[in-house]
T-cell receptor, first 114, second 112 residues
Framework: AQSVTQLGSHVSVSEGALVLLRCNYSSSVPPYLFWYVQYPNQGLQLLLKYTSAATLVKGINGFEAEFKKSETSFHLTKPSAHMSDAAEYFCAVTAVGNFNKFYFGSGTKLNVKP | DTAVSQTPKYLVTQMGNDKSIKCEQNLGHDTMYWYKQDSKKFLKIMFSYNNKELIINETVPNRFSPKSPDKAHLNLHINSLELGDSAVYFC???????????FGPGTRLTVT
């Protein structure tokens, strides 16, 4: 079985500050992990993915995430927040042989203050 | 060039009605999905088709019936709509084994 927990349903940062969105996963098999972003009234857009290659993954818009097996975590970071980063962020997990069945976290809404 | 498109974008209907949502992808993918996003933004998979074959069928009421006429289309038909069916329904597609899914813009269904 697989699941994802996103700590903090709302995160607020100032423009230019560090963004840290937390994701912890549970998986009985080696996981593949993803971060998606959802802007208001839009579909989900892939930010980055971890599929058992490098543990530090770089994505679009300056985001990156690090897979830490010992901590079962895949936190999303960005060194300097921009107003345009305000959106809902979803962490998701799947695994090899899982028929691409994704399990999503409950989402974290990022607010960026001027 | 829309990669994954859904129609309609908004759907308002009354309890007991039957409605359909259509999804099309022009990415050449062989796998398509339906997700339901509830009012708390929780996203849950409902169905998945690979080359027109049903491969994922989560615990969804029988009132929901997906149909895939070809690998570029996956439609969702809902019978006897209930208030609890109100949600945003997302279609997605992928290449089987590629593990990244591309999402459509969503269909906001409101049942009154």
């Amino acid at each position: 079985a697989q699941s994802v927990t996103q700590l903090g349903s709302h995160v607020s940062v100032s423009e230019g500050a560090l963004v840290l969105l937390r994701c912890n996963y549970s998986s009985s098999v080696p996981p593949y992990l993803f971060w998606y972003v959802q802007y208001p009234n839009q579909g989900l857009q892939l930010l980055l993915k971890y599929t058992s290659a490098a543990t530090l993954v770089k994505g679009i818009n300056g985001f990156e995430a690090e897979f830490k097996k010992s901590e079962t975590s895949f936190h999303l970071t960005k060194p300097s927040a921009h107003m345009s980063d305000a959106a809902e962020y979803f962490c998701a997990v799947t695994a090899v042989g899982n028929f691409n069945k994704f399990y999503f976290g409950s989402g974290t809404k990022l607010n960026v203050k001027p | 060039d829309t990669a994954v498109s859904q129609t309609p974008k908004y759907l308002v209907t009354q309890m007991g009605n039957d409605k359909s949502i259509k999804c099309e992808q022009n990415l050449g993918h062989d796998t398509m999905y339906w997700y339901k996003q509830d009012s708390k933004k929780f996203l849950k998979i409902m169905f998945s088709y690979n080359n027109k074959e049903l491969i994922i069928n989560e615990t969804v009421p029988n009132r929901f019936s997906p149909k895939s006429p070809d690998k570029a289309h996956l439609n969702l038909h809902i019978n006897s709509l209930e208030l609890g069916d109100s949600a945003v329904y997302f279609c997605a597609s992928s290449v089987r084994g590629a593990y990244e899914q591309y999402f459509g813009p969503g269909t906001r269904l409101t049942v009154t």
